[in-house]
């Protein structure tokens, strides 16, 4: 069947830096489209980063320049490097895969606080 893990998520500090990383089993990674989403308590769930299987990259305003998404198809796995991490950027973070049917991680928890 069908797995997507994160990994990761923690405390940090304002201005700190988290790597997430989402592990795929069960599908052919290099056909999907991968992306990040959060939700925050309250919130919508919203995408945060989106890499296509081209390789082509999309960031959600509020994180433009600070967040990195990456992808390793040898591995199956995809990243969110995040930098000048702020108090807004607390969410749980869930890894999603993208292609004929959509798929969803358990997510990683993200706390951003001094």
């Known amino acids: 069947q069908v797995q997507l893990v994160e990994s990761g998520g923690g405390l940090v500090q304002p201005g700190g830096s988290l790597r997430l990383s989402c592990a795929a089993s069960?599908?052919?990674?290099?056909?999907?489209?991968m992306g990040w989403y959060r939700q925050a308590p309250g919130k919508e769930r919203e995408l945060v980063a989106q890499?296509?299987?081209?390789?082509?990259?999309i960031y959600a305003d509020s994180v433009k320049g600070r967040f990195t998404i990456s992808r390793d198809n040898a591995r199956n796995t995809v990243y969110l490097q995040m930098s000048s991490l702020k108090l807004g950027d607390t969410a749980v973070y869930y890894c999603?895969?993208?292609?004929?049917?959509?798929?969803w991680g358990q997510g990683t928890q993200v706390t951003v606080s001094s």
């Open positions: 069960g599908i052919t990674f290099r056909l999907y489209a």
């Open positions: 999603n895969a993208l292609y004929a049917s959509s798929y």
């Open positions: 890499i296509t299987r081209g390789g082509t990259t």
